[in-house]
Structure formats: structure tokens, C-alpha cells
């Protein structure tokens, strides 16, 4: 089991960057792929990006590619995204999920555990 917890939302202007935590407990978490995702007010919650539990692997929404970076350290139990070049189409809660398999999955009903979420909002 992890426990998820996401920290560095808040309020940018159009064409800024934010860097969000997710920090984990628990003694598993190098075996669990990560992903970030983000629900806008009346929208699904997306996937954003993902990253595999060993770092090796990355994959990105086509939207973000280019602009979002996704990290992790293992021996700190972090996981991290840079989010640069930020629009106000990218205003959203962002949450991070973790799921006990390798591979990257881009449906949130595929990931087991869930941060409470942190709020992004880009001005224009």
C-alpha cells in the first residue's frame, strides 16, 4: 500500500512554469508506476503523463508533450512534474495515482491509489 501526497499548485500566469510533488509513504513504492492526471471543472479526469517504477519508461498526453516533464526519485519517494509554458487550458485539480504493474496506463480506473490533489490555475 502507498499513501499519496501532491504539494506545489497555485496560481501562474499564461506562459509560466510550476513544479508539483507527489510525495509517497510506504516501502513499495520503487514497484509502483506513477502517473499524473488532472480534472478541470465539468471535464474527466485525463492522464497527463506517467512514469514506470523504474524510471526507464515516460509517456505523455500529446497536449503537454514538449512542455510538462515527469521525474521520480525512489530513494526519496518523490515523484515530480515540471510544467512549463503553461496556458489556461491547463487549469485543472492534478492528482497523482500509483498502480503495482509496469506498464503505463492512461485510464484512471487503471491506477489503485490516489493523492488528494493539488489546484493549477494558469491566468491568461
Known amino acids: 500500500q502507498v499513501q499519496l501526497a501532491e504539494s506545489g499548485g497555485g496560481l501562474v500566469q499564461a506562459g509560466g512554469s510550476l513544479r508539483l510533488s507527489c510525495t509517497a509513504s510506504?516501502?513499495?513504492?520503487?514497484?509502483?508506476?506513477m502517473g499524473w492526471f488532472r480534472q478541470a471543472p465539468g471535464k474527466v479526469r485525463e492522464f497527463v503523463a506517467g512514469?514506470?517504477?523504474?524510471?526507464?519508461?515516460?509517456y505523455y498526453k500529446d497536449s503537454v508533450k514538449g512542455r510538462f516533464t515527469i521525474a521520480r526519485d525512489n530513494a526519496k519517494m518523490l515523484v515530480s512534474l515540471q510544467m512549463n509554458s503553461l496556458t489556461p487550458a491547463d487549469t485543472a485539480v492534478y492528482y497523482c495515482?500509483?498502480?503495482?504493474?509496469?506498464?503505463?496506463?492512461?485510464?484512471?480506473?487503471?491506477?489503485?491509489?490516489w493523492g488528494q490533489g493539488t489546484q493549477v490555475t494558469v491566468s491568461s
Open positions: 512514469i514506470t517504477w523504474s524510471g526507464d519508461s515516460t
Open positions: 510506504g516501502r513499495t513504492f520503487s514497484t509502483y508506476t
Open positions: 495515482a500509483a498502480r503495482a504493474f509496469y506498464d503505463i496506463r492512461e485510464l484512471a480506473a487503471d491506477y489503485r491509489y
